[in-house]
């Protein structure tokens, strides 16, 4: 289902649109109710990626995106490619990257997996020394390849690339003020709207004028930007969403300078990690070498608890933490306040694994891969008379009945969404001859949506925001249910950076002032 686009790439054309007509034909019977009659290219995409997505991860929470940046290397785009392909875990409906070789900006972005849209011939379609790449997963905007990214502007300060991880929260008000003074708007993305402010900006040089913009807009943005000549990388002022810079050596001349939303990018790249950008800091890095300036600063730093949870990968160091060694505490804690006699500890894979392994250790109970997980699921060409409704948990998860049969199971997750996949598994777990299934979450009940880049239900919908412990407990059919506490959350991630970290989504307490209220009010849902 591969579609590309070409943007400053002479001589090639959007070849794919007789590929991606056959995609909507094959699909359309998978696409929830009403999304077919919808019409529309960008409603009926959005609904095969969603459709495609939810098979796979059931109620499963998804990260917005991935940010890398590469200069000074001579094969940008492969460095920019294999980044990408680190960093796929953070997005898969779109990838892309764009490229400058000091004079052109060519952009290459499509849909699919990386791996899918940039082949050997289409990298070599992105020539230079700099390049960013972003891979996606939207929830402000669409899916469509519109609002693929980077985003390459032609703004009255010259050509711009711009690839963006987070959400805006004061986006409404931004756009309708750039509109009224002329902005005209090509994509329905957070990252537009900082490239129209950049060029509606009264500054004199463009890195006062990315200031100036960054430091209108409120809420969570991790940004890497390219000119014809420069790039520049910036974390917004709470710093909620990971940005790291990297450095390789280049014998007899100078290192190559390399950004990405987790340092795991790095490691594919021989990279070494240099350290974090810093919460309203603002890198340019030129041939004069790396600048940086604080456009902002005062502000409380409130970065997001749940990648260190569920979303960053347990190789990645973000924030100043290994992402490993903050899950293996959270399981570690978690068996102190919530442990119960049981003689397997079960992770439901793959996030689940290393709370698991802290978990069991702490807990002297053997730790046993009881759930197998087919990696494969979301790509998988599926044949378009099944239903969405026969697929389900059983598509991703199966059990070993051999560890399973016969024993007391604590099972470990990183959360409870809507709990319809929370039951199909302890079902599933049970239905394999577990004469127990005790239910724990590495992290507080979630009870509030994400406005920063995670796409959460809506509050009526989420069911720990509903009901009680207790009525999930009944409602996922478990023995006994216990999640982590927050006390016992920031304790696991607490070191001596003093990181701040934001808990909205455990607390309802959001660290910014724009927030969409409307959505955030008590719900009355029935599970
Ligand atoms: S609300 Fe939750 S998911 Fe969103 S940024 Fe805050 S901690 Fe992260």
Redesign the pocket.
Known sequence: MSRLLFQGVPGVADISEQLHAQSRRSLAPLLPAGVAQRGGERSLLAGVARSLQSIADGDALHEECGVVAVYGHPHAAREAYLSLYALQHRGQESAGIATADGQRLANIKGMGLVSEIFTDDVLAKLPGRMAIGHTRYSTTGDSALLNAQPIRVDSTKGLIAIAHNGNLVNLGNVRSRLERDGAYFQTTSDSEIIVQLIAHSSAGSLVDAIADSLSQVEG?FSIVMMTRDRIFAARDPHG?RPLSMGRMKNPGGPDTVVFASESCAFDLLRAEFVRDILPGELVMVSEDGVTSRQYASGIPQSS????QVYFARPDSRIFGRWVQESRDQMGRQLARESGVPADVVVPVPDSGVTAALGYAEEAGIPFRFGLIRNHYVGRTFIEPEQRVRDFGVRLKLNPVHNLLEGKRVILIDDSIIRGTTSRKIVRMVRGAGATEVHLRISCPPTI?P?????D?PSKKELIAANHSIEEIRHYIEADSLAYLSLDGLLQCVRDENNVG??????TGNYPTQWVDVEDILPAAAAI
């Open positions: 969570a909620f997001c608890i749940f990648e509030s994400c406005y920063y880049g995670v959460t970290y934001c808990t909205a989504c455990y």
